[in-house]
């Protein structure tokens, strides 16, 4: 799973594509939270990310939603910038 942006100590990551893998969406992992993280709405679909982290994350997804769009539908993966 190739991790595409790190900062204030989050790791964001998306595996690869497979059918059977639902609708876009990031991985989150904090510290000993995980959250994993729609691309279109950027809200939590499952996870215990604490509020402050998951705000950020949702900041972060929908500032970079087309570049991880484009990420889901072509398994190009790149590293984004980091939330400031």
Do not use: N
Not at 13 to 32: C, N, R, S, T
């Amino acid at each position: 799973m190739p991790v595409i942006a790190r900062f204030y100590g989050m790791i964001i990551k998306m595996y690869l594509q497979g059918k059977e893998h639902g609708v876009a969406h990031i991985h989150v992992i904090y510290g000993e939270c995980a959250g994993v993280i729609d691309v279109r709405t950027g809200k939590m679909l499952e996870g215990d990310l604490p509020p402050k982290a998951l705000s950020m994350i949702e900041e972060w997804t929908l500032l970079h939603q087309q570049a991880l769009l484009k990420m889901w539908e072509t398994q190009e993966f790149a590293q984004l910038p980091p939330l400031e």
